[in-house]
Structures are given as structure tokens and as C-alpha cells.
């Protein structure tokens, strides 16, 4: 059943014409490793597939050929789902000339965007028709659809809106035979069954390759206030949580936790960021109130709940945001973490979940379990919190500790991702499994549950052509 690599580029050029090929070494480089530079891979060929029915076409002949074929978005995920491996057997299956907005339905609130559209974009098509599209994440200006809804990704409007798994009516899917699932559905409720389309979105394109999606909209966000708020710490921002939620008739858009080390990098790396604050605190967190009305009056709901917080102690100090600019720096700072993680130097990354509640007991012992093992290592825990998640990084002391600290990877995962599953956590909470994890789910999930997602994919890709070795081991 193999052809000669060269005898599939010449089939696949027939498919897709040449500029739908790139085989050039210059022009397969930028999708041969991931945006962390974990993994360096190889392939056969980049296809750039211009249309559903091209893609189609390219399944069918891998899978009669038994090619891997590594489905490629924006290529900002953390976990190398978007890279094939070292073998140079693999083809890349690009989806970027996908990209056409189909349609945009205000009156039912929905919006149908094909997979290769950058977060961005389906944003901007959603605000120019007077909706709100809510999924947001650091990338958005990069990142593409279909990349979004195959790892079901969150970002920072989750604790209102849910992750894109919420937020999707409907996917286009082509399947690893080359049929295509046409479920392009934009109802509410459609009690038909199974839910189909639930299988591929978080599937890493290990099921199928997702081309397009009818997605949810919302009214358009008309107010904004934000906050950076000091406080002692994780025990005293989840009961900030819950008193802003309930202060603000659950306005509460995103609710997320920043250290002072986290705050400290980006003041080191990131050109033009300032400290909110006049002084040094321990602990902040930024919160955003979203309203749809003009005059919501979230401005002063937001000031007033944050001085009856300062009085009872609840927190140590608070910047409001008085404009749009001092909003967006606000977010400056929240969004360059990685970033300016990224430029300190080499470090260790965790994307844990634990229930909410539990978010400060769990910190208690995994803070100190870091101060106490991990000498080579500062901790730089940020994210969600409001959902949940914390991005529980460290980074390495110094340069010189990078190398010693990198060692260890391995040992500083498991202990903390043992501690996560000790309180009913998760290691993966929005950043999938890709290549990363294949051996942490295998140690985290039920032998039911990984059963049955291996028989899954034996129905789904029964010749595992399907972004292998993604998700689930090659068997
Ligand atoms: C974030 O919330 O900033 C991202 O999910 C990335 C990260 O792990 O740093
Ligand atoms: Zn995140």
C-alpha cells in the first residue's frame, strides 16, 4: 500500500496544484516545531488545502496509503499536537487557506467560520454584526479555529462563557476515509442521538480533521471594569471570587491570579509595562466586569465592592482601570507572562485544574513542596483562577540553574501532578495532551476511560493515520 515519498508529492500536487504543496526544506521549516521548541520533526510535505473537498481528497489517499497526516493551525499550542515526528514520513495538513467566514446570523446568534480563520477574525466578524464572540486567549491575533475547538481551548472568558466546547453548535468534519461530516447545525437543542460532534472537539485532530464550525454568539460587550487587585493570597482571592460574583449579580467575566514573580517578569521583559500599584504585594488578581448595557454602572459597582473589601481586610489594595487604555495594560500584563517567562529563561510548565474550593489548600502544599524540593526553581503559578486553572510554572532561579532544573522535569511533574489527582484535579485543564502527555494520561485517566477512547479511535481512524502518536500512543 506505501508509494515512494516521491510518488505521493506528485499525487498530491495533482490534488491541490502546486501552490497548494510546499515541499521546499525553507518552506517546511516553520512547521516542523512547535511555538515552545520542544520538538524538532520532519515531513514529507506541507499540504495547504484550499478547499473541504481538497482536504478530503488528501485523507482519502493517506489513509489508502497509511500516511500520518498532522493537522497544523496557528501553531501556538503547548503541548506539540501541530508537530509531526522525527521521521519524515508524515505529511503536514495546513488549514490556513481555509478561511472564509460563511456566515454571520445575528437573530439566532450564531456565526459559521471556517477552521483556518484566526481567533481574531471570527472576533472582528462577530463585532461587526453587533455580537460578541467570547472565546479570548493571549494568541487570538494567531491561533485558528480549528486549532481552538480540537483542543477545546478556554482562555480568559471561561467563567462565563465555558471553553470552546461550550461555545460550538456545529463542526465540519472530515474523517480519516475522506468522508465528510456535514453537521454544520446552528440549533440549540437537536435531541438526535449521540453527540457527534463532541468527539472531535478536544480530539487533538486524532478523530478527523475539523474544517469548519457553526459557533454560539452572544450580545456585544458595551461595558468594561477592571480592576488589579492586591491581595495576601490564594485563600483570600477565591473568597474574593465568590463575594465579586455575588456583588455583581455574576458580572464577573474573568477572574485571574497573578503572583508578584509573575509581575516581576514582565516588568524585567516586557518594554513599557508598569506596576499597577504604588508598592509591592504578594499576590493580585484581575477582574473584569462585562455588562451589554452602555451605562451598566459597573464602574462604580467595581469601586464600591472594592472599598467594602478593603475595609473588612478582604483585600490590600486596588487599581481601577479609568479608561480603555489602562484596561488594555491591565491585560498587557496578564496576557506577556508567557512571554516574559519565555525570555527569563528555561522553565518547567504545568496546566493544572482543581475544583475551586480547593484551589488554596492545594496551593499550601504545593508551594511548599516547591520551596522544599526545587531549590533550582522559583514559582510563577498564574491563570484562571476563577475556573480553576492555574498555569503552576517555575522558572529557573538563575541561568546558570536552568540546566538542573530542566533535569528534573520529569520528577517535579509527577510529584505535583500526584498532588493535583489527590484532590480530584486535572494535569491538563485547557492545554490538551498533544505529545506532551500521552504517558500522563495514561497514568491519570481510568483504564475504562482510556479504553474507551482507544476504541474510538479504532473506529474513527482504524489505519491510525490520524495525527499519530497525538493524544493516545501509536499502538
Ligand atoms: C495563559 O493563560 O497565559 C496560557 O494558557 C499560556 C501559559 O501556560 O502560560
Ligand atoms: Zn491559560
Redesign the pocket.
Known amino acids: 500500500m506505501s508509494l515512494e515519498p516521491g510518488e505521493l508529492r506528485s499525487r498530491l500536487r495533482a490534488l491541490l496544484g502546486a501552490d497548494g504543496l510546499l515541499t521546499e526544506p525553507a518552506d517546511l521549516a516553520p512547521y516542523l516545531t512547535d511555538h515552545r521548541r520542544l520538538y524538532q520533526g520532519a515531513a514529507l510535505a506541507v499540504a495547504r488545502p484550499g478547499s473541504v473537498e481538497e482536504v478530503a481528497r488528501v485523507l482519502a489517499l493517506c489513509n489508502t496509503h497509511r500516511v500520518g497526516v498532522v493537522p497544523h493551525g496557528g501553531n501556538t499550542g503547548?503541548c506539540g499536537g501541530a508537530t509531526p515526528d522525527e521521521s519524515g514520513r508524515q505529511l503536514v495538513l495546513a488549514l490556513s487557506r481555509l478561511n472564509r467566514i460563511r456566515s454571520v446570523d445575528a437573530d439566532n446568534d450564531s456565526l459559521i467560520a471556517e477552521a483556518g480563520c484566526t481567533l481574531a477574525r471570527v472576533q472582528a466578524a462577530a463585532a461587526a454584526a453587533e455580537r460578541f464572540f467570547p472565546l479570548s486567549?493571549?494568541?487570538e491575533g494567531t491561533c485558528q479555529l480549528g486549532g481552538n475547538l480540537s483542543t477545546n481551548a478556554?482562555?480568559?472568558n471561561v467563567l462565563r462563557y465555558g471553553m470552546a466546547r461550550n461555545l460550538t453548535l456545529g463542526l465540519e468534519v472530515v474523517l480519516a476515509d475522506g468522508r465528510i461530516l456535514e453537521g454544520l447545525s446552528v440549533l440549540r437543542k437537536d435531541n438526535t442521538g449521540y453527540d457527534v460532534k463532541s468527539l472531535f472537539l478536544g480530539a487533538e485532530g486524532t478523530l478527523g480533521v475539523i474544517t469548519a464550525a457553526s459557533v454560539k454568539l452572544f450580545p456585544m460587550i458595551r461595558s468594561r471594569a477592571s480592576a488589579f487587585i492586591a491581595v495576601a493570597g490564594v485563600r483570600a482571592a477565591s473568597a474574593l471570587l465568590t463575594r465579586m460574583r455575588s456583588a455583581s449579580s455574576d458580572r464577573v467575566s474573568s477572574f485571574?491570579l497573578i503572583p508578584r514573580s509573575a509581575l516581576e517578569l514582565v516588568l524585567r521583559h516586557i518594554p513599557g509595562s508598569t506596576d499597577p500599584l504604588d508598592r509591592a504585594y504578594p499576590w493580585y488578581v484581575l477582574c473584569e466586569l462585562t455588562g451589554s448595557g452602555e451605562a451598566d454602572g459597573l464602574d462604580a459597582l467595581l469601586e464600591q465592592s472594592l472599598a467594602a473589601a478593603l475595609t473588612d481586610g478582604a483585600i490590600l489594595d486596588a487599581a481601577l482601570a479609568r479608561s480603555g487604555p489602562q484596561q488594555d495594560a491591565f491585560w498587557g500584563i496578564?496576557?506577556s507572562?508567557?512571554e516574559a517567562?519565555r525570555r527569563e529563561g528555561a522553565g518547567i510548565?504545568h496546566?493544572i485544574a482543581l475544583p475551586v474550593g480547593k484551589l488554596a489548600d492545594f496551593m499550601d502544599l504545593a508551594v511548599a513542596w516547591v520551596a522544599t524540593h526545587v531549590p533550582e526553581g522559583r514559582l510563577v503559578a498564574?491563570?484562571?483562577a476563577g475556573d480553576g486553572?492555574l498555569?503552576f510554572?517555575i522558572s529557573a532561579v538563575t541561568p546558570a540553574a536552568g540546566a538542573a532544573l530542566l533535569a528534573r522535569t520529569e520528577a517535579v511533574r509527577r510529584a505535583i501532578h500526584d498532588l493535583v489527582r489527590q484532590f480530584g484535579g486535572s494535569f491538563s485543564a485547557?492545554?490538551g495532551i498533544g505529545r506532551l502527555k500521552v504517558g500522563e494520561l495514561e497514568r491519570y485517566t481510568s483504564p475504562v476511560e482510556l479504553s474507551l477512547m482507544q476504541a474510538m479511535k479504532r473506529v474513527l481512524d482504524p489505519n491510525h493515520i490520524m495525527n499519530p502518536g497525538k493524544v493516545l500512543r501509536q499502538p
Request: aromatic residues 8%; negative net charge; charged residues 25%.
Open positions: 503547548y486567549l493571549g494568541s478556554g482562555g480568559t485571574e496578564r496576557d507572562i508567557p517567562q510548565k496546566d498564574y491563570g484562571h486553572n498555569h510554572n485547557e492545554h
